[in-house]
């Protein structure tokens, strides 16, 4: 039973640059959330997708989107790129309804320079 | 704003004793929560879930809710070395909020 898969691993990109990120949830959930965890800290929520749509959305700019395709799978896109934007990008998959347990994936590295 | 409160440790616990992790919580109308674990360089892992006051164990975890007072802990017993890690506190909020509200972490040593 394949966990949540997350693409690329790592990226390094230079600021004012555009990244997309990826993930695959969990086999039999339809719901993806993503988060961004900088060093030291605790994963910060970004947004949350089911049934395609962002269904809820936390403290983040205009600059943060993202998708979900009818597989379930999802991907977060951010333009303008900070140096600020350094951390880890973590998603998460859950079944909605089953108490909303969520399962992270290993995570993207991002490094803006 | 809402919060999740933890203590970041470290926390230093001989091997064989009992890790206890404790968390706070600004929200009343939290209803699920969680404890994930973080090794050095990896993804949170979860650990366990829970959902109504008092207790629930699995395996060498045990973890307690106390949603009068506004805490839910996490014990280990028996610790080992391979616990040392940053245990994370997550909560989902009240008011139809979806996703996890993370507390900072505490970084638990386990000294062999």
């Known amino acids: 039973d394949a966990g949540v898969t997350q693409s690329p691993t790592h990226l390094i990109k230079t600021r004012g640059q555009q990244v997309t990120l990826r993930c695959s949830p969990k086999s039999g959930h339809d719901t993806v959330s993503w988060y961004q965890q900088a060093l030291g800290q605790g994963p910060q929520f970004i947004f949350q997708y089911y049934e395609e749509e962002e269904r809820q959305r936390g403290n983040f700019p205009d600059r943060f989107s993202g998708h979900q395709f009818p597989n379930y799978s999802s991907e977060l896109n951010v333009n303008a790129l900070l140096l600020g934007d350094s951390a880890l990008y973590l998603c998460?998959?859950?079944?909605?309804?089953?108490?909303?347990?969520?399962?992270f994936g290993p995570g993207t590295r991002l490094l803006v320079l | 704003q809402k919060e999740v409160e933890q203590n970041s440790g470290p926390l230093s616990v001989p091997e064989g004793a009992i890790a206890s992790l404790n968390c706070t919580y600004s929200d009343r109308g939290s209803q699920s929560f969680f404890w994930y674990r973080q090794y050095s360089g990896k993804s949170p892992e979860l650990i366990m879930s829970i959902y109504s006051n008092g207790d629930k164990e699995d395996g060498r975890f045990t973890a307690q809710l106390n949603k009068a007072s506004q805490y839910v802990s996490l014990l280990i017993r028996d610790s080992q070395p391979s616990d040392s890690a940053t245990y994370l506190c997550a909560v989902i909020l009240g008011g139809g909020a979806d996703g996890l509200t993370f507390g900072k972490g505490t970084h638990l040593i386990i000294q062999p």
């Open positions: 998460a998959s859950s079944f909605r309804g089953e108490g909303e347990t969520q399962y």
